[in-house]
């Protein structure tokens, strides 16, 4: 199937210092992907779209100079939380839809654990 | 608005079956998927149904009734290893995909 990998998988930071997360889609093109966070014991939650040569679309409630998201390539999105704080201490996961597939299915990447000290 | 309800919580016994319900209401209809994800790990696609009736595929099924806006997964001869959190997902008219809250199923030996 297609891969999506992300990395870090783990982060640990300092309150204040903000932090890199990397997409790839291995082995398909994707003009576009989509960041989610999750909270413990808690569904996932579409902070935005990311769109490769153009602006991320966020979702109503998601500070978009918080959330650093740029899409430079078909095969890279990159999530960049900045001046973290210990309330953004979460998983982050990306996914990206391979549209040679009927379904669309969305493939998720590692996802990335922050904790913010 | 728009609204997918599925348990919070089941607990089944391992080589036994069980079920998953999901019922949506959502603007629109473009499919709906479900996914397995297992605790502190991403979620793997496991079913897409569009059309109404049975997709079976190996060990796990998922049916669909659009008109009573229903799905659910069926699984069968229950593994340890199918403990996890099972989430089903609607994706609506303008192609968002809306996210139920997740199952977690429990197997005991």
């Known amino acids: 199937g297609a891969v999506v990998s992300q990395h870090p998988s783990w982060v640990i930071c300092k309150s204040g210092t903000s932090v890199k997360i990397e997409c790839r889609s291995l082995?398909?093109?994707?003009?576009?992907m989509f960041w989610y966070r999750q909270f413990p014991k808690q569904s996932l939650m579409l902070m935005a779209t990311?769109?490769?040569?153009?602006?991320?679309?966020?979702e109503q409630g998601v500070e978009k100079d918080k959330f650093l998201i740029n899409h430079a390539s078909l095969t890279l999105s990159t999530l960049t939380v900045t001046s973290a704080h210990p309330e953004d201490s979460s998983f982050y996961i990306c996914?990206?839809?391979?549209?040679?597939?009927?379904?669309?299915?969305?493939?998720f990447g590692e996802g990335s654990r922050l904790t913010v000290l | 608005g728009q609204n997918i309800d599925q348990p919070t919580e089941m607990t089944a016994t391992e080589g036994a079956i069980v079920q998953i319900n999901c019922t949506y209401q959502t603007s629109g209809f473009n499919g709906l998927f479900w996914y397995q994800q297992h605790a502190g790990e991403a979620p793997t696609f496991l079913s897409y149904?569009?059309l109404d009736g049975l997709e079976e595929k190996g060990r796990f099924s998922s049916f669909l009734s659009r008109s009573k806006g229903y799905s659910y997964l069926l699984l069968k001869e229950l593994q340890m290893k199918d403990s996890a959190s099972y989430l089903c997902a609607v994706r609506d008219s303008n192609y968002q995909l809306i996210w139920g809250a997740g199952t977690k199923l429990i197997i005991k030996p």
């Open positions: 996914s990206a839809r391979d549209l040679d597939r009927e379904a669309g299915e969305l493939f």
């Open positions: 990311s769109n490769e040569g153009s602006k991320a679309t966020y």
């Open positions: 082995d398909f093109q994707a003009t576009t």
């Open positions: 149904n569009v």
